[in-house]
C-alpha cells in the first residue's frame, strides 16, 4: 500500500535509539479500514445477513476491533517502509520499530492517524560494514576460532575422533572350520 498523505518527526536525541512521530491522513486511513472490512467480510457473519453478504459499513461496525487491527498493521507496515527508505543509513533500523503505547492508538474511520515508533540504531555502523572483497557474507575469519583435533568451535569439546584415513577395519574374528573328522 502506498500512502499518499504521509508526515514523519524524527527524534535522534538519544545516541542509539531513535522515535519517529507518524501522521496518515484520513483519506489513506478510509482505504484501510475499506480494504480490511472486504477481507473480512467473506467470512464474517452479520446480523440479518447471509454469511458474506453484509454490507460494509456494518461489517466495519460489528467486527471494529477485528477490522481496525488489520488497518493499522497494513497502515503502520506501509508507513514505516515508506519513511525508512528516506531516512539515511545512520538512521536505519538495527532491530524492528515497535510501536510506542499501542493500546492508546486509536485508529478512526475518516480521521488522521497518529502513532510513535521507536526503534534502536547502531552507532558505530557496525552491521553496515560492507564484506571484505573476497570474503563471502559468513565466511570465518581467520583466528576468529579456536579449534584443534578434540575440540571444535570455540574449544567445545566434540567427542571422540574419526580416523582420517579411512581403513579396513578391524579383521573379523575368524570362526573354524569344522572338519569331517569333529
Known sequence: MQISHLEYQLNDSILTQRKLRLRIGAADVRIAIDR??????????????????????????HHSKRV???AFDELRKAAIDQVLKQLPDKDQPFLPPEVEDRDKVKIVYLKDLEFTVKY???????SKRPEQPGQEQGAVIPGSQV?????????????PQLPSAPSAGPEAPSIPKLTEEQ
Open 36 to 61: 480490511a472490512a472486504e477481507k473480512i467480510r467473506k467470512d464474517v457473519e452479520v446480523p440479518g445477513f447471509r454469511i458474506g453478504k453484509g454490507p460494509a459499513h456494518l461489517v466495519r461496525k
Open 147 to 159: 579449534s584443534h583435533p578434540g575440540t571444535g568451535p570455540m574449544g567445545i569439546p566434540s567427542g
Open 68 to 70: 481496525n487491527g488489520m
Open 120 to 126: 534502536m540504531v547502531d552507532p558505530a555502523g557496525i
